[in-house]
């Protein structure tokens, strides 16, 4: 069954490779938002699986995203990870991938490391 992924990140390049890359596996359907402001009513109109949602944007903060949704009866239960460049992946794997409670994967990302995520929570 086709995994649906939600990547919200301002890099539209970043955005593109994760979409092409997890898309070209067969196993996933990806839609990509480059808006943080945009990404609830993408969230509400695809509703994915599991969403990747960049922690810094110029519009609107991911934890500000995240928390929209988690208002959200219909989208309260989606699990997500967040995507940063503000600590290392050093830093985030000597933390369990985890600050503050949520699950981190340091930018720049692997396929590699979408995909073991994404199975991990998912399965």
Not at 43 to 69: H, N, Q, S, T, Y
Not at 89 to 104: A, P, S, Y
Request: glycine share 4%; no cysteine.
């Amino acid at each position: 069954m086709t995994k649906k992924i939600l990547v919200v990140d301002d890099e539209v390049v970043l955005t593109k490779m994760i979409k092409l890359n997890l898309e070209r596996t067969g196993n996933y359907e990806v839609h990509t938002e480059n808006e943080g402001s945009k990404a609830l009513q993408a969230a509400r109109e695809f509703k994915p699986d599991l969403i990747f949602m960049d922690v810094m944007m110029p519009d609107m903060a991911g934890d500000e995203v995240i928390a929209e949704i988690r208002e959200d009866d219909n989208l309260s239960s989606i699990p997500y990870v967040f995507l940063t460049a503000i600590v290392s992946k050093t830093e985030t794997e000597e933390m369990g991938n985890t600050i503050g409670g949520n699950e981190f994967l340091a930018k720049p990302v692997k396929t590699e490391e979408l995909i073991e995520t994404i199975e991990r929570i998912l399965d």
